[in-house]
């Protein structure tokens, strides 16, 4: 993983018939960047996609900067937020490694709120476990909004000789959540069956769509190569005190380029526009922590 860039994981490796294999796309972030998506995989706080206020999409131009309003204040706020770009300091432990950043006056800026977030990095037997939490500064003169998620890609195909076409994506969600022309959700959905699991090249949709409506904690999507292995992404809030995540608000957004070079099962808790919609938003009153999870295992 790479704390001082983002907190993020900077490689996902699995021995593969006598070869290590990177499973994540432009995995190593010490690589300037390239054309195209960054890859890795990026947190997303405290906004997951866009966010453009009612002002700005009355006369939206494409590539505007983003924005959200509390209360009579507007204030900017970049796409997927700004724990992607924060400098975070990880501590080794027993069985896991901790990753932590907080506010500070950068932050501010986009967010007026003091808080902190912790990501702690678990192995398991067939993956890894991430236990996310998020801290609401005792300060804060106000409940403090969020959403969350992680924009994991992966690279296909996973092993050598491959056909990327050929990979399956499999979950349990019942609806797509539609798109408007700004990436915004309409609010409109349409049924969605990939129970049964469905290569890329039989669904062009999954290269930019946003699945919902899980079954009671089955909130995971696969991703198989049939060639090798496959993946499941799960992500879920961890119990706590009393729930603070609507289930209807947990999702999975597919996002791919044209060759399919790459697949992001991203799980994100929220929907894009969440801090200007009021909708999909965590709310931690002062002093309050909120705790998700997000798993990746081999299947």
């Known amino acids: 993983m ?33 054309p195209g998506w960054r890859g890795g995989a ?35 706020m970049p796409i997927h937020g700004f724990a992607m770009t924060q400098a975070w300091q990880a501590s080794q432990r027993p069985s896991s490694i901790l990753c932590r950043t907080s506010s500070d006056s950068s932050t501010l800026r986009y967010y007026p709120f003091d808080y902190e977030l912790k990501a702690e990095y678990f192995l398991l037997p067939r993956g890894l476990r991430v236990a996310v939490e998020v801290l609401a500064g005792a300060a804060n003169r106000q409940a403090m909004p969020f959403s969350i998620g992680n924009h994991i890609t992966w690279a296909l195909p996973f092993a050598r000789g491959g056909d990327p076409g050929a990979c399956l994506v499999r979950t349990p969600a019942r609806v797509e959540r539609l798109l408007s022309a700004q990436s915004l959700l309409t609010g409109a959905t349409r049924a969605a069956d990939y129970a049964g699991g469905v290569p890329l090249r039989d669904a062009p949709r999954l290269s930019d769509c946003v699945l919902g409506d899980f079954p009671s904690g089955e909130v995971w999507a696969e991703l198989i190569d049939p060639a090798s292995f496959g993946i499941r992404v799960s992500q879920r809030e961890i119990p706590g005190v009393s729930p603070k995540a609507a289930p209807e608000h947990f999702c999975f957004v597919f996002y791919a380029d044209a060759q399919r070079s790459f697949l992001c099962t991203e799980p994100w808790y929220g929907g894009p526009n969440s801090l200007n919609e009021r909708r999909g938003l965590v709310m931690l009153e002062p002093g309050e922590r909120f705790g998700w999870e997000m798993s990746a295992e081999f299947i």
């Open 2 to 34: 790479a704390p001082g860039l983002g907190g993020e994981l900077c490689s996902v490796q699995r021995l593969w018939r006598g070869e290590w294999i990177e499973l994540l796309y432009r995995a190593d972030r010490s690589v300037p960047p390239r």
């Open 42 to 76: 990026p947190w997303l706080f405290p906004a997951v996609g866009r966010s453009f206020t009612q002002r700005q999409l009355a006369g939206h131009e494409a590539g505007e900067p983003g924005s959200w309003n509390l209360g009579a204040k507007e204030y900017p």
